[in-house]
């Protein structure tokens, strides 16, 4: 323990590497995947979120994980719920935790919310071909890049323009240099047209939806039995062309025992654990545990009484084999 003021303990400041200058700001999540490539170790590590609320998004920002990942297409996240929660993950975690959102292919609304809020990534889900892509990098980026709209209310002069980029008075630089497009591969359109999304320069990464995949291409997969050979091949396929383009994975592991297989097809950013389901496990094993613990106590009680029966029948017998009356 030490009187020392905060700002002479440097132990106790939290190393946000990716950062921006203003935490209203995009981190680098660009840099995060790039180092991540260079350096198996530097896995890019964080948990999902599908409860519209930013009292969760502080509770798991608290812990500083690399990133949350905002699931805006299926998550109920109204405008102003999506922009309080990005905002409080950058600030509770201390900038350490960057902000994924997967948006609604054709919300106008949600992708505007989650840029102005400073998202640091973009899921485009079902992009099943070339256009998608170009499209979405026309609204994510700034000039030159892309036709961005500038919004006045997340900027104050003096106060919130600081950049870590020269002649960035604007902070447009820090956008168009940190956020990350990533491609969300899953339908059969989207296979058919992969190669060519994946050979897009504008794509940083590629995610692969299994559940609407499977539905689209008629496979009958359940996470209970062994892979159907299509499945498998679509999986194949879909890591194969990553690789052939350098470009990283993103998606979620249900179980640590996946991250091996994961860090073998390249995946270099990993949700590892769900909100909603964490929640639902957490409950599901307490009400369990707490039912099998009664039920063992339960048991031995009985176990207990059933002994003691048998032993004051034992002894009465005996008193009988003696010759004396049992005792009462």
């Given amino acids: 323990m030490s009187s020392k003021p905060f700002p002479q303990q440097p132990q106790l400041h939290t190393t946000a590497e990716h950062r921006a200058a203003v935490l209203t700001y995009p981190g680098n999540f ?32 608290s812990a500083k994980p690399d990133f949350i ?13 999506l922009y309080d929660c990005i905002h409080a993950a950058q600030h509770h975690s201390e900038g350490k935790t960057m902000v994924i959102c997967r948006i609604p292919k054709h919300s106008e609304v949600s992708l505007t ?9 973009l899921v485009l889900p079902h992009t ?3 256009q998608d892509v170009r499209d979405k990098v026309n609204e994510i980026y700034y000039p030159p890049k892309g036709q961005r709209s500038f919004s006045p209310w997340t900027f104050t002069p003096g106060i919130s323009n600081q950049s870590l980029y020269e002649a960035d008075e604007w902070n447009m630089k820090s956008s168009n240099n940190h956020i990350c497009l990533i ?7 989207g296979m058919r047209n992969l190669d060519a999304i994946a050979a897009l320069p504008e794509v940083d990464a590629l995610m692969f939806g299994p559940g609407d995949y499977c539905a689209d291409a008629g ?13 498998i091949d679509a999986v194949t396929q879909f890591a194969t062309t990553a690789h052939k383009y350098g470009k990283p994975l993103f998606g979620s592991a ?39 613990m009664i039920e063992k106590i339960v048991d031995e009680e009985n176990e207990k009484g059933a002994d003691a029966t048998a032993n004051g029948s034992a002894n009465g017998a005996a008193e ?4 004396k009356a049992p005792s009462s």
């Fill in 69 to 81: 990942w905002m699931d805006v297409e299926h998550g109920i996240f109204d405008r102003s719920t």
């Fill in 320 to 323: 009988v084999v003696v010759g």
């Fill in 183 to 189: 491609a969300q591969i899953e339908s059969v359109e």
């Fill in 128 to 130: 099943d071909n070339v």
């Fill in 254 to 292: 249900q179980t640590p025992a996946m991250i091996p297989m994961m860090l073998q097809q390249g995946y270099k950013a990993v949700a590892v654990a769900m909100d909603v389901w964490a929640v639902a496990n957490m409950v599901k094993d307490g009400v369990n545990d707490a039912r099998a």
């Fill in 219 to 231: 496979i009958n997969f359940s996470l209970a039995a062994p892979p159907p050979q299509a499945f």
């Fill in 113 to 121: 919310t989650a840029l102005d809020a400073g998202a640091a990534a």
């Fill in 30 to 61: 660009r840099a995060a995947l790039r180092q991540a490539q260079e350096d198996p170790k530097k896995l890019i590590l964080g948990v999902a979120q599908g409860i519209p609320s930013a009292f969760v998004t502080k509770v798991m920002a």
